[in-house]
Every structure is written in C-alpha cells, then in structure tokens.
C-alpha cells in the first residue's frame, strides 16, 4: 500500500483523524497515482483553531509587514527552483501539458512577488470632516482567520492568487484544495514548511467540499472566506457564510463571449479564437467558449478556425509536442460528451471533434477531441451552460449592437474579448459587455496586476492586483480629536 499523503495542520504533517484516506488517478492513464489522507470536520476545527491562535496569541498580527515580504519571496524562490518537479506533479494529477503546469508554476511565483511587494505599502486616505479639530484617516487590517477553497483546474494559480494577497495583508490561512488535485498543494505547503512561515500561520486541511469546505465556510472562527468553483457550491459557501456574517470572495463559472469583427487582424483573431477555447482542455473559467463572428467573414473564419483546432495534440502532458491532455475525470469526461450530444439534437453543425479520443494509448485516459459547433444559436443549451471541456459554440452577427446583445445574453459575466483594429469601435463594445475580465485583440492572459472577478452570476469580489490585496484586508476609519475638549452635550462633568 501506497504511503497516504498528510495534510499541514499546525505545524505538523498530520493523517485524518478518522484514518480515511481515497486514490487518486491520473487522468492521462486512468492508473492510481497516490493515496491521499480524508479529513474530518474536526481535523479541520483543530486547523481553525490554529490559524486563530497563530494570529492572536503567536503574534502573527503584529509581524513587521517588511519579514512577511521575506518570507514570500523565498516561497517564491523555492517554487522556481523546484519548478520542474511541481510541475510535473500538477500534470499527473491535472492531465494538462507539462508547458502549462511550468506556465502555472512560474506566474505563480510572480503573483507571490507581486503581493510580497505590496507587504511594504499600505495605503489609506485621509479625509476632512466638518469640525476642524479631528483629522481622519483609513487604515487596512487584516480579517484574521481567511479560509480558502480552490477548484481542480489550475491547482497552484488559484491556491497563489488567495495566499500571497491573504498573507500579504497579514491573515492567517487554512486552505482546501479541490479532492481531484491535491497533490501540487501539498508541495507548496512543503516550501512554505521549508522557507519558515511560523507554526498555525499556513494550514492544509484535504476533504471533500461538503464536510472541510462547509466547515471553513460556516466556522464562527473563520472570518473570511475565499471561494473557486461551481456555483452550485459558491451558493452554498454563501448562506454557511451568513452564520457569522464573514467577508466573502467568490470566483465562480464563465460562458465567455469573444467577438470578431471583419476589420479584425485576420491571423490574430483565429489563433485568439482558438487559444480562448482549447488552452488548458477547455477546462478554464475564463474560456472563450462563445465565439461571435461578423457575418461577412464566418464562412472563412470558421474555415480556418477547424482547420488550427484539427493541429491540436492530445495526448499526456508529459509527453513532447502534446498541447492537450486529458478532463480531469471519467465522469467530468462523460459529462462533456453528453453535452455534445445535447449540441447535436439541439441542431448545430458538428464542425470538428464530437468524441472522445481513444487512439492507441489514449483509450486508457479521459480524453475528448477538441470540438466546434458551428450555426449556434442563442438559447440551446450549450450556448447557456458551462462545459467546462473542450467544446467551442460558433453564432453569427451582423451589427455591433447584435454582437453586444448576444454576448450578453447568458446569466454570466466572467470574461469578455473584442477584436477588431477599430479601437473606439472595441472601447464601445467592451463597454457594453457585462463582464469583470476583458481583452481587446488578445484573449486570455491573466495578469497578476490586474483585479480578477465576474459580474453577475460569475462572482462576487476581486483577486489579484491592488483590489486583491484590499479584498483580504478590512477598512477602519480612525478619527483624532486635535484638542482635548468635552462635548458637554448632557451637561458638564462636576
Ligand atoms: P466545485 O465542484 O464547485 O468545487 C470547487 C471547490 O469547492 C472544491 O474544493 C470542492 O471540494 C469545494 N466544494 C464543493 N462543494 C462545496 C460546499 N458545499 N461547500 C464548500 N466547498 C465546496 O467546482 P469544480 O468542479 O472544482 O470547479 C469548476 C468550477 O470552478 C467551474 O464552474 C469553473 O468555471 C470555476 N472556476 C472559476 C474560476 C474563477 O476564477 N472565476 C477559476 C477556476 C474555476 P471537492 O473538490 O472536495 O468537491
């Protein structure tokens, strides 16, 4: 029997105190690749309670902003020298290709640079009231306790876009990685161990999003929580959230709208098209899974558009050349292809893909040929409905208002692309677009510097930037009375 992964919990390398454990597979092959430990609910109180205590009474609060700052720039030293072997971690476990996972790893070691730098530069305003003698001020302090929840599609980017904001900020964490993935976050916990972060302050609590995550979002001592998922779940970590009114951030799903516009750069808008979509399997909150093409160009568009889709590799990420791997899991897998059947008996046009992959070594994994469906139309449901797999929807427009009116018509607001080489006609367009994340002649791209978050049914809050480090830090307002004087307003003081 395999050695069960341990979970970081005070300080301490810790199994389940149930004993319970479950295996993982890898989605390349379909073969076990490590046992992993299954918390309780009370491994996960007893994490809780170390983080609380790691703030209040080791003193974490009071840490000098500039050795935070350290010790995330050594985090981030450990990541890059370890590049290769976390990254290749997150291709077992993922199924992305190993470019990717390196990808992931590096950005991610930036976005804790970014926010080490931020340690050292709070920012508040001051501000006038109406009596002269009190001058006031803002100050940002950290929540506390932040529990942290994360999906399975980029393990270590969205573990790193809440810890370095969180840490930056001053909290103490506890964080949940999605059960398919573990494995990549149990190495960062390891460097984190390594570089010194002080007992209770990082915690790694691994269980399933009913019992850790329902935890971490309903604990009295828990007063933040940051949230990546379904929203299904985020709906659920919201009313647990209620309990004791917690701050909340929750980054949740896409139906991504980019729109192409016959003054486009041509060359430029196929291959942004095509990288919107199939980058990272399709799995990706942000994907440009809605293509919409002006109509005088779609016939040729789509053409050219299949024709870089069909040089797609698949295969295991680990393998060279490969630039697709596999879903994340047989029945992820099973549910994208009954979305593809869904396409076909709603009557759109299967250009390319509609299968899964099961050529010589690929029938092992969970593989799915990248798929487009041409003649779309607004309310099928594979237009509406998050796929969350490789499966592009193609639709038609004449006029940019028809453009605006069908990129908005989904309950989402995640992300958003133009291209055209008009620029005022791009700014009046993303404008109009109700979406937290956009580009304008490039798609995808995310930047640490740059707030991360939907409208609308995508989400609540904003990770990554300056918004990021304030969305894990609490305002207080602080008002000095210049002189001493009483305000007698119920008499005087004998
Ligand atoms: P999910 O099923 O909602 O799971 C996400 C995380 O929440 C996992 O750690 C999961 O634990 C946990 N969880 C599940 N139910 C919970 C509950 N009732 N209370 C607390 N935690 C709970 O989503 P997923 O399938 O992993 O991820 C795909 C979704 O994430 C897509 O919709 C995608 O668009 C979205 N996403 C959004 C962003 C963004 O930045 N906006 C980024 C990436 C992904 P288990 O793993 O144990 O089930």
């Given amino acids: 029997m395999a050695e069960v992964k341990k979970m970081f919990i005070d300080g301490e390398w810790v199994l389940s105190s149930s004993g319970d454990s479950y295996t993982l597979i890898n989605p390349a092959t379909g073969e076990p690749l490590a046992e992993v430990t299954k918390a309780t609910r009370e491994d996960t109180q007893r994490a809780i309670a170390a983080a609380k205590r790691a703030f209040y009474e080791d003193g974490w609060c009071d840490v000098e902003p500039l050795k935070r700052a ?7 030293d450990e990541m890059e020298a370890q590049v290769e072997d976390l990254a290749r971690i997150e291709t077992m476990n993922n199924g992305k290709s190993l470019t990717e996972s390196t990808y992931d790893v590096y950005d991610s070691a930036n976005c804790l640079r ?9 920012t508040g305003q001051t501000y006038q009231v109406p009596d002269t003698n009190v001058f006031g001020m803002t100050v940002r302090e950290p929540f506390g306790v932040v529990g942290m929840i994360t999906a399975w599609n980029f393990p270590i980017s969205l573990a790193m876009w809440k810890l370095a904001p969180a840490l930056a900020a001053g909290n103490t964490v506890v964080l949940k990685p999605a059960s398919y993935t573990p494995l990549s976050t149990i190495k960062l916990f390891e460097m984190m161990e390594k570089v010194g972060f002080p007992k209770g302050v990082v915690n790694l609590v691994i269980g399933s999003g009913s019992v850790v995550g329902d935890e971490l979002a309903k604990s009295d001592d828990v007063d933040k929580v940051a949230f990546t998922g379904s929203i299904e779940a985020g709906q659920s970590v919201m009313r647990q959230a209620a309990t004791n009114m917690k701050g909340i951030c929750l980054e949740l799903g896409g139906k991504s709208p980019v729109v192409v516009f016959d003054d486009a750069d041509y060359k430029t808008a196929v291959d942004g098209a095509v990288f919107a979509m199939f980058y990272n399997q399709g799995e990706v909150c942000s994907a440009g899974s809605r293509i919409l093409i002006q109509d005088t160009i779609y016939d040729k568009f789509v053409k050219d558009l299949v024709k870089l ?22 029945d992820h897998m099973h549910k ?36 487009i469906f041409g003649d779309c139309t607004p309310d099928m449901r594979i237009v509406q409905e998050e796929i969350f797999g490789p499966v592009l929807c193609l639709q038609k427009f004449h006029t940019e208002a028809e453009a605006v009116e069908l990129a908005n018509h989904t309950t989402y607001g995640l992300a958003a692309g133009v291209y055209t080489e008009n620029l005022g006609k791009a700014m009046r367009v993303i404008r109009k677009i109700r979406a937290g994340i956009t580009w304008i002649n490039e798609y995808g791209p995310v930047y640490n510097e740059a707030p991360w978050g939907g409208y609308k049914q995508s989400g609540i ?31 005087t003081v004998d």
Avoid at 70 to 76: D, G, I, P, Q
Avoid at 344 to 350: D, N
Avoid at 461 to 490: C, H, M
């Fill in 114 to 122: 970014y926010f080490a730098g931020l340690c050292t530069k709070p």
């Fill in 336 to 371: 994208v292809l009954g979305y593809i059947e869904t396409g076909i008996k709603e009557g759109a046009t299967l250009l390319c893909g509609g299968h899964r992959a099961t050529e010589g070594a690929l029938a092992k994994g969970w593989f799915v040929e990248p798929t």
């Fill in 461 to 491: 809050g904003r990770e990554l930037g300056t918004y990021g480090l304030d969305e894990f830090s609490e305002v207080k307002q602080i008002n000095v009375a210049k002189t001493s004087a009483p305000t007698e307003w119920f008499g």
């Fill in 309 to 330: 889709t069909k040089k797609i590799k698949l295969g295991n990420g680990l393998d060279e050349g490969v630039n697709m791997g596999p879903l994340i899991t047989e």
């Fill in 70 to 76: 350290e010790l995330m720039n050594a985090f981030a």
